[in-house]
């Protein structure tokens, strides 16, 4: 199967925030193909799905902090980050609670790329922390 997104595309929008992996609810519309207002009002209508662990609202001074990390995308439609009313962001599970919201074939396969990313990441992370550990036993 020829992959939908490339993980490289996937693992730049991944952002750490409040101790969380998350992904912004405008990076994850662009990768599904539809607009972020589309995508929120998913999640609105589905909300007893997204719990606090699975998604939340970052606060104005969070906004700030990471619209100096998100480069535009080139999509001169796209607003700059730091003039968004409200951003979602999306933990693994919220990204994986996705699909049951927006059900598309499209969006299927767009969750199954970031789950593979997700595990990815977390294998990365424990082969440095494995190598780490190897490295200090040697000394």
């Keep these: 199967m020829i992959e939908l997104i490339p993980i490289e595309i996937i693992e730049n929008k991944i952002y750490l925030i409040r101790g969380h992996k998350v992904m912004l609810d405008r990076d ?19 909300i007893e799905r997204f719990p606090e ?3 939340f609202s970052l606060s104005r001074e969070e906004v700030m902090r990471i619209s100096q990390i998100v480069i535009s995308s080139g ?8 003039f ?9 599970q919220g990204v994986a609670m996705l699909s049951t919201a927006l059900n598309s074939a499209r969006a299927i ?31």
């Design 28 to 46: 994850l519309a662009e990768l599904y193909g539809v607009e972020t207002r589309v995508l929120n009002q998913a999640v609105r209508r589905n």
């Design 53 to 55: 662990d699975f998604m």
């Design 75 to 82: 999509h001169s439609k796209k607003a700059p980050l730091k």
């Design 84 to 92: 968004s009313k409200n951003v979602l962001v999306f933990t693994e």
């Design 109 to 139: 396969q767009v969750n199954i790329a970031i789950m593979r990313t997700f595990v990815k990441l977390r294998e990365m992370l424990l082969t440095h922390k494995d190598l780490q550990r190897k490295i200090e036993d040697m000394r």
